[in-house]
């Protein structure tokens, strides 16, 4: 359960940093910076302005280098306004997107045909859009992440309890502690390659909780060039919009 977002702000050099603070029922804190310039704090329930403001602080050179990518990027919004021209990353590509107005559609699909993305709808509703948009990532990240699960299961003697794609905002992927992988509905937004990259790094979770040196060894043991594709993804991510 999450409580109601406040906003903050703190100085950082000659910027100014505002924060959007949402509070929840955790144990830790978890930053995210998003396009073109908000950066999310999700803290523990009762933690005091000024503890947020102190952990931010340590992360500020972070924050303040994730905001100058972005800038630098070119991305001058976090959201898509789901008109007939835009384009959205798919393996990489950035693909073309077809909104057809069809007044037998109970409600707008979404599907790919010919490299381009094709929502039929009776109505130009954003939220019905989206929504549209993020079923079919869900479901193709989900089918995707489940053939590379299978194909990278000989190099592990646990298997995954569940494999499940939802929406996250800061995370690509995750490993419960019973095994349970979560991805990033937006991981079919990357190349293959870096897809394996997440698959592999959360099955490694499931032998190591941590970012140990022996996680890193298993994962490169896995993806020798791993820090390649995870240097993808670090400049690259931001691009992954919905």
Wanted: aromatic share 10%.
């Amino acid at each position: 359960m999450r409580h109601e977002a406040g906003k903050m702000k703190f100085e950082y050099g000659s910027e100014t940093i505002e924060l959007t603070v949402e509070h929840s029922k955790r144990k830790s804190f978890r930053i995210s910076v998003e396009p073109p310039d908000s950066v999310f704090v999700l803290a523990p329930v009762g933690t005091k302005s000024d503890e947020i403001l102190k952990i931010v602080k340590t992360k500020a050179k972070w924050i303040e280098k994730k905001l100058r990518e972005i800038k630098e990027a070119g991305i001058e919004k976090a959201h898509k306004e789901y008109a007939s021209d835009e384009t959205f990353m798919y393996l990489g590509r950035d693909c073309r997107l077809n909104v057809q107005m069809d007044e037998s559609a109970k409600k707008p699909f979404a599907e790919f045909a010919d490299g381009c993305f094709h929502v039929r709808t009776n109505a130009k509703d954003e939220t019905q859009l989206r929504k549209a948009m993020e079923d079919w990532y869900r479901k193709k990240t989900l089918d995707i992440v489940a053939e590379r699960v299978g194909f990278y299961q000989k190099h592990f003697v646990l298997r995954p309890l569940e494999i499940k794609s939802k929406k996250q905002r800061s995370r690509w992927g995750s490993c419960s502690n019973a095994h349970r992988l979560n991805f990033n509905l937006k991981c079919s937004m990357a190349p293959m390659e870096i897809i394996d990259y997440i698959v592999v790094h959360e099955m490694c979770h499931m032998v190591h909780f941590n970012h140990s040196k022996e996680f890193w060894d298993m994962v490169e043991g896995i993806i020798p060039d791993y820090r390649k594709r995870r240097e993808w993804l670090r400049k690259n991510g931001i691009r992954m919009i919905l």
